[in-house]
Structures are given as C-alpha cells and as structure tokens.
C-alpha cells in the first residue's frame, strides 16, 4: 500500500524560504520508473504543477516559479524535500506530494497535503 | 503550456441522474494523456481516470471517461451521494502538466 505525507511549517514569513518534506512508503524511489511530485493548491483555486522528481534523479520544474523550486531525494530514508524560496503571500496554499509510475506527471497516490501560509 | 478547459463550472444535479463534465485542451494531446481527479472537501485529490478511459484501481463503473484529441467527457452514472465533489481534469501530455479549474458537481 502507498502513502505519502507532507510535513514541515505552516507558517512563513515574507521573502524566506519553505522546506517541505514527503515521507513515503509503499515504494521505492530507487525502483525504475518511479517518481514523487509536488503539487499546490491555493484556497479556493485550482490544481497547479510545482515540480517532479525521478527514481534516476532527473528532475522537472515549473517554468512559471523563476527557478525558486529545488527537489532532492534521500532513497535511504524514503524521502523528498521540495525547498522554494524568497516566499510570497501568493504562494500561501495547500502543498501535496504525489507518487507517479512510469509516467512522471500522472499522479495515483497523493499525500493529504499540508497548508502553508505566508505571512508576516 | 497546454491550457484546459472545463465546462461547465457547476453542475446541479439529483442522485441518480446522469452528470455529464466537458474537458478542451488547447491543443491535441498525444496517446490522450488525459486524466481525471475528483476532490472533496478538505481531501486530496482522487485519480479516477486516466489515458482518457482507462478507471484507476477501485474506481466504480458507474465513473467513465471518452475522447481524444481535445475533447474529452467524464461521465458519472447514477450519481451517489458521495460523488458530489469537484472534479479536475489534468493533462500529462509533457511538461508542465497541466490542470483545468474544475466543474463542481453539487446537490440540486
């Protein structure tokens, strides 16, 4: 069985930087094929496209986030970090992460996702 | 960037009737990398469909998917009462994926 869970502030300030991380389980991000996205919502909106990584370490990015998006991964620990920086009040949403097979950016498990705030 | 059009925005309908959702892209998509979400309330996303037509794992046949090229069509048959939700559609086509703005299916 899959699961994903989103943790990490729920607050930040104006022109800092949000680390979030996806603790998975149910996979193996060493496995070929294999990939975790992160996705975003704000209150109200609709779904957007943040960033993508792979079980070979290639990775995708918005084009629409001015290169403030970094994704890594920690095999060992079943783990991806999504860092996005200098943070806006508009970046206030719901952050997921997600799991993909085979096809990066379709998305059949997501994690409950986190609500992050930016505020002063 | 591959835009995705849902129509219409709102739904009102009755359990038991058919609800019929519309997704356009703005331009075609290969091998219809075309699928499906549904959202509730405080809840993540759902995949439903994908490839168009193909059901993800435990999804009722009462939930179907048709189209290609740019037309796409999520049909729900005999609507639940749990099926009242907001439904996405998202294209996979390539980068950046992409998702409508969704269709709320509400309670007439």
């Known amino acids: ?120 | 960037e591959i835009v995705l059009t849902q129509s219409p925005g709102t739904l009102s309908l009755s359990p038991g009737e058919r609800a019929t959702l519309s997704c356009r892209a703005s331009q075609s998509l290969r091998n219809s990398y075309l699928a499906w979400y549904q959202q509730k309330p405080g809840q993540a996303p759902r995949l439903l469909i994908y490839g168009a037509s193909n059901r993800a794992t435990d999804i009722p046949d009462r939930f179907s998917g048709s189209g290609s090229g740019t037309d796409f069509t999520l049909t729900i048959n005999r609507l639940e009462p749990e099926d009242f939700a907001v439904y996405y559609c998202q294209q996979y086509n390539g980068s950046p994926p992409t998702f409508g703005l969704g269709t709320k299916v509400d309670i007439k």
Not at chain 1, 17 to 25: A, G, P
Not at chain 1, 39 to 46: F, N, S, V
């Open chain 1, 1 to 120: 069985q899959i699961t994903l869970k989103e943790s990490g502030p729920t607050l930040v300030k104006p022109t800092q930087t949000l680390t979030l991380t996806c603790t998975f389980s149910g996979f193996s991000l060493s496995r070929s094929g294999e990939g975790v996205g992160w996705i975003r919502q704000a209150p109200g909106k609709a779904l957007e496209w943040l960033a993508l990584i792979y079980w070979d370490d290639d990775k995708r990015y918005s084009p629409f986030l001015n290169n403030r998006l970094t994704v890594t991964k920690d095999t060992s620990k079943n783990q991806v970090v999504l860092t996005l920086t200098n943070m806006e009040p508009v970046d206030t949403a719901t952050y997921y992460c997600a799991h993909s097979y085979r096809s990066g950016y379709l998305y059949d498990y997501w994690g409950q996702g986190t609500l992050v705030t930016v505020s002063s």
